[in-house]
């Protein structure tokens, strides 16, 4: 049986893909760029890390407070490559969509991760100058439905200042 998904492009856009089609070469490519950007940032590569990522690009990690453009996220990554090993992401499940016209790719992925347990990577992919580069990557850390409330309390408690004593 086959099964398809709805996909919302950028601009508007809708496609179909298919949940169990065979890959075609440009989600290979893509496939293979996210692959290798997981893989070097776990080598602490960090020239082959960075050059998966275009002169534009957006990077949202997992604090409220970090949404970084590419010379930002160099900034406060620098420290994590200069230890020998940044992070290690490992993409346990990948869905891969195309604009119609082919040249924009976006994507969503169930991450294993050593430091921050499972999380969820989101992006797009542009393809320019005769390759695919990342121009927008959010990570996030999922959290179960039933543990969401004292999730939440947490949040909450972490971000309003302290009171003020009399």
């Known amino acids: 049986m086959r099964a398809w998904i709805l996909a919302a492009a950028v601009s508007g856009v809708w496609v179909l893909a298919s949940t169990d ?3 075609t070469d440009k989600e290979k490519q893509v496939r293979a760029v996210l692959d ?5 940032a776990a080598a602490a590569d960090e020239v082959r890390y960075f050059g998966h990522l275009a002169t534009s690009a957006v990077f949202l990690g997992t604090d409220a407070t970090e949404r970084w453009n590419l010379e930002a996220f160099r900034a406060f990554a620098k420290p994590y490559f ?3 090993k940044a992070w290690t992401f490992k993409a346990t499940r ?3 969509m195309f604009s119609k016209d082919g040249t924009v790719a976006w994507f969503d992925e169930d991450l294993a991760t050593e430091v921050l347990g499972p999380c969820r990577g989101t992006g797009v992919l542009v393809f320019d100058a005769g390759r695919w580069q990342i121009t927008h990557y959010s990570l996030s850390l ?5 543990v969401f409330d004292d999730v939440k309390k947490i949040i909450d408690a972490a971000s309003k200042p302290p009171k003020k004593e009399d």
């Open 82 to 84: 200069a230890k020998g």
């Open 94 to 96: 990948r869905a891969v």
């Open 21 to 23: 089609e065979p890959a």
């Open 142 to 146: 999922t959290v179960p439905n039933d």
């Open 36 to 40: 290798d950007w997981h893989q070097a």
